[in-house]
């Protein structure tokens, strides 16, 4: 068996052109990409992925060209959350088009590349052991592939929905030149804002794109009755922690029940309950980020 000590130099590959080449194929795609906004959080299950479709919808709902990149292979959600699964997906002599989800807003995600939307991904090897030790490393050609390759079209906004953690920006970041900024998602429990600031140096230093803010989520139910809120944790720590690493604070999103009835339904929550708290916090959040990259 060879080992890698018995390649020589990049054993033929042009691993160093390939990239190169692909990096420009990038820079031409985005040249009709306005903004690109990626949504990150250093934990999983804060919302980010409910936060990028709402801000799509929201976006889209004010006129604009939107579209949303699913960087998350392991837990792509978004095709689902828009109702741009089921179209045939196809790869031509160009680049790739994106499907069409609510309120058209173009999606590009693993999920509408398998049989059957929602199956694990699985990539293959003689063997799941063999797997395992290179499904980082395929996991990030898909991703590049999915930037450089997907015919985005002119477009007012591309939001990236990131995977949880920050562990595989660093293979993304020579494909995101023109990030406009990022938007860090958390929810207000201590073990969450602990990550909050391993990712604020990740956007900063790595990404090297400035944070448009800290976003934080679930921070309180509201009583669909009364309208009362009832915070769901301590509150203030947040805001407090923006301050603390000098980003801006953009609000709090309650908790609502129905984000997770829209996004189950393939509908947008925040264009349907445009009067509710979460749908306002949401809407302004979409209109801090149109004052910032404006
Ligand atoms: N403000 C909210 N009110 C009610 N439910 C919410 C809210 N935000 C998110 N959710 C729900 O919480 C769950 C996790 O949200 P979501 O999938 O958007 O998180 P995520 O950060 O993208 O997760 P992952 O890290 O797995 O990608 C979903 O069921 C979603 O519907
Ligand atoms: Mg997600």
């Known amino acids: 068996m060879k080992t890698y000590k018995d390649i020589v130099g990049d054993g033929g590959s042009d691993m160093v052109g390939q990239i190169t080449e ?5 820079q031409q795609r985005m040249a009709t990409v306005k ?8 934990k999983g299950g804060v919302g980010k992925s409910s936060l990028t ?5 929201a976006m889209a709902d004010r006129g604009m060209q939107v579209g949303i990149l699913d960087a998350d292979i392991n837990g792509a959600s978004v095709a689902r959350m828009t109702g741009a699964g089921g179209h045939q997906m196809a790869g031509g002599e160009t680049g790739i088009k994106p499907a069409t989800g609510h309120h058209g807003v173009k999606v590009m995600s693993i999920d509408l590349w398998l049989d059957e939307a929602g199956s694990p991904v699985v990539w293959d090897a003689p063997t799941q052991k063999d797997a395992f030790t290179w499904r980082g490393m395929v996991e990030a050609a898909t991703l590049r592939e999915f930037i450089s390759d997907t015919e985005w079209g002119e477009l007012d906004y591309l939001f990236i929905d990131l995977p949880p953690g920050t562990d595989k920006l660093p293979n993304m970041v020579d494909l995101l030149p023109q990030l406009s900024g990022t938007v860090i998602v958390t929810i207000p429990s201590a073990v969450s804002q602990f990550v909050v600031g391993k990712s604020i140096r ?6 090297q794109t400035p944070v448009i803010g800290l976003v934080e989520n679930m921070s309180a139910y509201v009583c669909e009755k009364c309208g009362k809120e009832e915070a769901l944790f301590p509150s203030g720590h947040v805001a407090k922690l923006a301050e603390t690493h000098q980003v801006p604070y953009l609000g709090k999103i309650p908790f609502d029940p129905r984000i997770a009835m829209a996004a189950d ?3 947008a ?4 309950h445009k009067e509710t708290p979460a749908a306002k916090a949401l809407l302004n959040l979409a209109e801090r980020i149109g004052d910032f990259v404006s």
Do not use: C, D, Y
């Not at 692909?22 to 990038?26: I, K, L, W």
């Not at 903004?35 to 250093?42: E, K, R, T």
């Not at 929550?269 to 349907?272: D, H, I, Q, S």
């Open 22 to 26: 692909q990096a420009g194929r990038v």
């Open 35 to 42: 903004h690109i906004v990626a949504i990150m959080s250093g």
């Open 53 to 57: 479709v709402n801000l799509a919808a």
């Open 202 to 207: 990740m956007a900063t230093e790595l990404l």
């Open 265 to 267: 339904n393939a509908r």
């Open 269 to 272: 929550f925040v264009t349907e």
